[in-house]
């Protein structure tokens, strides 16, 4: 449905987007995730058609980006990150104002105002001024807004940035309830965001594609680097690494003398459990804990986007 095809945004020297490709299916809810400055901005504005690539381009259902800005404005259902919300307006005149420049026949207004009340949860702050919502509601109404036309396509920048837990909980099952119908794209830099929402998470950083795939499939990508922990008692140094050296499938290790026991470390492509407990079992040593480190899919974002997160 949607094609991103060797896409670059540069703004002066500042190379914002670096050579994005990525296909998006119909009826997917993919989370762009990446720290700040990754890039997740500005290759949402362009496809929304709010920026112009700088080279490369998005196809959406087989329209350039670069041509058909206004065919494709009416696919996509665009959530900026600071919602363009009128503060001064009743929540309902809001919406028949969106409705009216969205060009909607008058007689479809009211219908589609109550089933956007229900989908989006507003029902009760209908008649409210936005001013005096909470972030959480105009994040609703911002919400109610993008959905208007009934778009195929739904973006959202960093929606659930500035909302308490519970908010972004009510915000996230919207998400959710839009994306049983709909292709949603949303960005974060929140990782249990994309964890919790998402069927398949990009992870974009200094603006190229880091990984790609289903929360599922990335925690997989990491079953390759295994980190086993040990303490040992009665053990020694000297001993211990003459024990190492017999297991060919070790690639690093780290030893730390903690008061009379050892702490180790151990790295390898695989989970060494066995074998080192199989070792340890024909020495006198006692293996006071054995364990094979969590992968999460924190891991996997911090591993990926280390260097910015370090800055
Ligand atoms: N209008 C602009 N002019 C100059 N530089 C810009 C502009 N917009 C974005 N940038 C720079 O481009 C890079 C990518 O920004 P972008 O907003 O796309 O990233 P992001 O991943 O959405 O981050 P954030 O979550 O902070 O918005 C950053 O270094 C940013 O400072």
């Known amino acids: 449905m949607i094609e991103i095809k060797d896409l670059e945004k540069n703004y002066g020297s ?9 296909s998006i299916n119909s009826g ?15 290759t949402l504005r362009i496809l ?5 690539p700088s080279s490369g381009t998005i196809f959406v259902k087989g329209l350039d980006v670069r041509e058909s800005e206004l065919e494709i404005k009416k696919l996509i259902g665009y959530l900026p990150e600071s919602a ?20 909607l026949d008058s007689e479809n207004i009211e219908p589609r105002l109550k089933e956007l009340a229900d989908l989006c949860g507003i029902r009760s ?3 409210k001024s936005i001013n005096s919502l909470s972030k959480g509601y105009k994040q609703r109404v911002g919400l109610a807004q993008a959905m208007m036309d009934d778009p195929e396509i739904l973006v959202l920048d960093e929606p659930t940035t500035g909302l308490d837990p519970n908010q972004i909980v009510e915000i996230r099952n919207i998400i ?19 964890e919790a929402t998402c069927d398949r ?16 499939q990335l925690k997989q990508m990491m079953e390759g680097d295994s980190k086993v922990e040990l303490t040992l008692k009665n053990s020694n140094i000297e001993d211990l690494e003459r024990l190492l050296s017999q297991i060919p499938q070790i690639e690093s290790y780290k030893i730390m003398e903690n008061n ?21 079992k024909d020495t006198n040593w006692i293996l006071l804990s054995l364990s094979l480190e969590v992968k999460s899919l924190e891991n996997i974002f911090r591993k990926l986007t280390r260097e910015q997160i370090d800055e």
């Open 48 to 52: 929304t058609g709010y920026l112009k």
């Open 84 to 103: 363009p919300l009128y503060s001064e307006m009743l929540v309902y005149d809001y919406l028949i104002y969106i409705a009216n420049l969205r060009g």
């Open 14 to 22: 500042t190379k914002a987007v670096k050579g994005i490709n990525l």
């Open 176 to 194: 959710r309830e839009i994306g049983k119908t709909k292709t949603v794209i949303f960005s974060t830099h929140i990782l249990s965001e994309a």
């Open 260 to 280: 009379n026991n050892l702490d180790v470390s151990i790295f390898a492509k695989e989970d060494l459990r066995e074998t080192l407990y199989l070792k340890i």
């Open 201 to 216: 998470i990009v992870i974009i950083n200094s603006g190229v594609v880091a990984a790609d795939g289903t929360p599922a």
């Open 28 to 42: 997917e809810i993919l989370g762009l995730l990446g720290p700040n400055g990754a890039g997740k901005s500005s």
């Open 125 to 127: 702050v209908m008649h």
